[in-house]
């Protein structure tokens, strides 16, 4: 492979024509023939640049509604003749096929029209062919022509023509070659996995992965190990599509957390109240519901005041001045709401490591989409956890029923309960979380642990008596056995949420009777590990 090689022709076909024009108008400075295809020919002419059209460069007009246009030797012949090879020098000279030695495509935006919920035939139709022939044919050859696929990338071949005299070394070459290939395998697990989608097919025979580098972590979970963040899949609000308005970059945990916070608080209408999440390596550590962000966030910050410190806050609805003056009394990571007011900014920007996320709306909790898991070898997928459960849905076990107060709590605990790590227990009362426990070996202990907790914070708060007494209680698996029931019956709870489904269920069902609790079954368990 030469190391320099200069362009001469270079063939430009885009959708996307940002930077299109200060391109090609420096690549014809530098004496480059430009050929070119339907509007991108189009938008340099208008930019006053002479381009040769490809259908001269292969005695075939663009047919069929543009599906074949440079699907053609001249085309492809020009992109894959190696030069130093005699024979394929000697056929392009014989069947009037020159050398192309810079191609810059951009591909049919299939994904944003897939994004937007377009029909299928225009979909479809966004399924570029061409360009990805060409695409791959230009990788292929990249010993001696250059590939560009983004134009952010279009600043650096510059550069690189500048400081090389109008060529390319062989490294820069490999590194757009290497970039075109992800293009294009970005491309295909795009189409690939919506025609999935549109087929119905749950499990693929393969399936492909694909995401956008977004940026370069510091380091991952731990200082000596290297993380990236991307983005991939169909859009969603959340972390990886925000706006930082404020604070340092955010590192691998702060991205991992945050995710978890929003799609938390994402579960909670805002026309049905405010609501705010906090939360700690992946857990919440306090969650409420209240007329006001301000009284949300206080209330859910008074369920463990201590694990808080240095967490994640999620709201609802747009920041606003009073919620933002309450956050900036205690250190925090991250603060990510739908929006935040002009006050709210200001009052935080004080506060310059504190990174503020606005995301423009909440996450659909019931939109269908995957979660994906490694392991050594390969990798877990699995359907998003979308299971609701209503009024209507729950069977009541015990011979006292929950009060409508208590019934209330209970669908609240519930919703939580499915963002806590299991062995997950928690208490709630009057629309806020008094207590959690997450991520036990076994139900007791994180019954006992929330408990414990919730005892602790009585004496932060001042309170006579533990804020589970009069609670309610979430289980995101079946009680076992009556012991994990009793304790939380112990700690002061009075209702029970629990998906049922023991071989002792009978047993339970006694205790509870017996501890004079509610207890419902949902038939549904919320396992998160």
Same mark, same amino acid.
């Given at each position: 492979m030469p190391d320099l090689f200069p362009i001469r022709r270079a063939l430009i076909s885009v959708s996307d024509k940002t930077g299109l024009e200060e391109l090609a108008t420096?690549?014809?400075?530098?004496?480059?023939?430009?050929?070119?295809?339907?509007?991108?020919?189009?938008? =340099?002419?208008?930019?006053?640049?002479?381009?040769?059209?490809?259908?001269?460069?292969?005695?075939?007009?663009?047919?069929?509604?543009?599906?074949?246009?440079?699907l053609h030797p001249a085309v492809h012949g020009g992109l894959l003749a190696l030069r130093d090879n005699a024979e394929h020098m000697a056929a392009a000279e014989a069947h009037g096929i020159v050398p192309i030695d810079l191609l810059v495509v951009n591909l049919y935006p299939f994904e944003e029209t897939r994004a937007r919920g377009a029909t299928h035939d225009e979909c479809v139709e966004n399924i570029d062919i061409g360009g990805p022939a060409m695409i791959r044919a230009a990788a292929k050859n990249h010993a001696f022509v250059n590939v560009v696929v983004d134009p952010e990338d279009y600043p650096a071949l510059l550069e690189e023509m500048e400081r090389h005299a109008g060529a390319t070394s062989a490294g820069f070459r490999r590194r757009l070659a290497q970039t075109a290939f992800a293009r294009t395998a970005a491309y295909d697990a795009a189409v690939a996995s919506w025609l999935a989608e549109e087929a119905g097919v749950q499990t693929p025979r393969r399936h492909v992965l694909a995401g956008r580098l &977004?940026?370069?972590?510091?380091?991952?979970?731990?200082?000596?190990?290297?993380?990236?963040?991307?983005?991939?899949?169909?859009?969603?609000?959340?972390?990886?599509?925000?706006?930082?308005?404020?604070?340092?970059?955010?590192?691998?945990?702060?991205?991992?957390?945050?995710?978890?916070?929003?799609? &938390?608080?994402?579960?909670?209408?805002?026309?049905?109240?405010?609501?705010?999440?906090?939360? @700690?390596?992946?857990?919440?550590?306090?969650?409420?519901?209240?007329?006001?962000?301000?009284e949300a966030y206080g209330r859910a910050f008074d369920c463990d005041r201590t694990s808080a410190f240095g967490g994640i806050v999620a709201l609802n609805r747009t920041l606003d001045g009073a919620t933002a003056t309450r956050i900036a009394e205690?250190?925090?990571?991250?603060?990510?709401?739908?929006?935040?007011?002009?006050?709210?900014?200001?009052?935080?920007?004080? @506060?310059?490591?504190?990174?503020?996320?606005?995301?423009?709306?909440?996450?659909?909790?019931?939109?269908?989409?995957?979660?994906?898991?490694?392991?050594?070898?390969?990798? &877990?997928?699995?359907?998003?956890?979308r299971g609701r459960i209503g009024p209507e849905s729950l069977r009541v076990?015990?011979?006292?029923?929950?009060?409508?107060?208590?019934?209330?709590?209970?669908?609240?605990?519930?919703?939580?309960?499915?963002?806590?790590?299991?062995?997950?227990?928690?208490?709630? @009362?009057?629309?806020?979380?008094?207590?959690?426990?997450?991520?036990?070996?076994?139900?007791?202990?994180?019954?006992?642990?929330?408990?414990? @907790?919730?005892?602790? =914070?009585?004496?932060?708060l001042g309170l006579d008596q533990p804020p589970t007494l009069g609670s309610v209680v979430a289980s995101d698996a079946f009680f076992p056995f009556p012991d994990g029931l009793l304790a939380a019956a112990e700690a002061g709870a009075r209702a029970v949420i629990q998906p049922g489904g023991a071989l002792r269920d009978d047993e339970v069902i006694a205790a509870a009777d017996e501890a004079g609790l509610a207890m419902v079954f949902t038939g549904m368990r919320h396992f998160r590990h």
């Amino acid at each position: 492979m030469p190391d320099l090689f200069p362009i001469r022709r270079a063939l430009i076909s885009v959708s996307d024509k940002t930077g299109l024009e200060e391109l090609a108008t420096a690549l014809a400075a530098r004496g480059v023939e430009l050929l070119s295809t339907g509007g991108t020919a189009g938008a =340099m002419r208008a930019a006053g640049l002479q381009v040769r059209d490809v259908s001269d460069l292969t005695g075939f007009p663009e047919m069929m509604d543009g599906r074949v246009k440079t699907l053609h030797p001249a085309v492809h012949g020009g992109l894959l003749a190696l030069r130093d090879n005699a024979e394929h020098m000697a056929a392009a000279e014989a069947h009037g096929i020159v050398p192309i030695d810079l191609l810059v495509v951009n591909l049919y935006p299939f994904e944003e029209t897939r994004a937007r919920g377009a029909t299928h035939d225009e979909c479809v139709e966004n399924i570029d062919i061409g360009g990805p022939a060409m695409i791959r044919a230009a990788a292929k050859n990249h010993a001696f022509v250059n590939v560009v696929v983004d134009p952010e990338d279009y600043p650096a071949l510059l550069e690189e023509m500048e400081r090389h005299a109008g060529a390319t070394s062989a490294g820069f070459r490999r590194r757009l070659a290497q970039t075109a290939f992800a293009r294009t395998a970005a491309y295909d697990a795009a189409v690939a996995s919506w025609l999935a989608e549109e087929a119905g097919v749950q499990t693929p025979r393969r399936h492909v992965l694909a995401g956008r580098l &977004l940026c370069r972590l510091r380091y991952g979970e731990n200082p000596h190990q290297g993380a990236a963040f991307y983005a991939g899949g169909p859009p969603r609000p959340g972390v990886a599509g925000a706006r930082q308005l404020q604070g340092k970059e955010l590192s691998y945990n702060n991205i991992s957390d945050t995710d978890a916070a929003f799609e &938390l608080i994402s579960e909670f209408d805002p026309s049905e109240g405010a609501a705010c999440a906090i939360i @700690k390596h992946a857990n919440p550590c306090g969650v409420a519901r209240a007329d006001t962000l301000a009284e949300a966030y206080g209330r859910a910050f008074d369920c463990d005041r201590t694990s808080a410190f240095g967490g994640i806050v999620a709201l609802n609805r747009t920041l606003d001045g009073a919620t933002a003056t309450r956050i900036a009394e205690v250190f925090t990571e991250v603060v990510i709401a739908p929006d935040a007011d002009a006050q709210a900014r200001e009052i935080l920007a004080g @506060k310059k490591n504190l990174r503020l996320l606005v995301t423009g709306a909440l996450a659909d909790p019931a939109a269908a989409g995957q979660e994906i898991r490694q392991v050594a070898g390969g990798f &877990l997928v699995q359907e998003r956890d979308r299971g609701r459960i209503g009024p209507e849905s729950l069977r009541v076990v015990t011979r006292r029923a929950p009060s409508a107060r208590e019934l209330a709590d209970l669908l609240f605990a519930w919703t939580v309960a499915r963002h806590v790590k299991s062995n997950a227990i928690v208490y709630a @009362k009057d629309g806020a979380t008094v207590g959690v426990g997450a991520g036990q070996m076994s139900r007791i202990d994180s019954t006992r642990i929330a408990a414990r @907790k919730a005892r602790d =914070m009585a004496g932060v708060l001042g309170l006579d008596q533990p804020p589970t007494l009069g609670s309610v209680v979430a289980s995101d698996a079946f009680f076992p056995f009556p012991d994990g029931l009793l304790a939380a019956a112990e700690a002061g709870a009075r209702a029970v949420i629990q998906p049922g489904g023991a071989l002792r269920d009978d047993e339970v069902i006694a205790a509870a009777d017996e501890a004079g609790l509610a207890m419902v079954f949902t038939g549904m368990r919320h396992f998160r590990h």
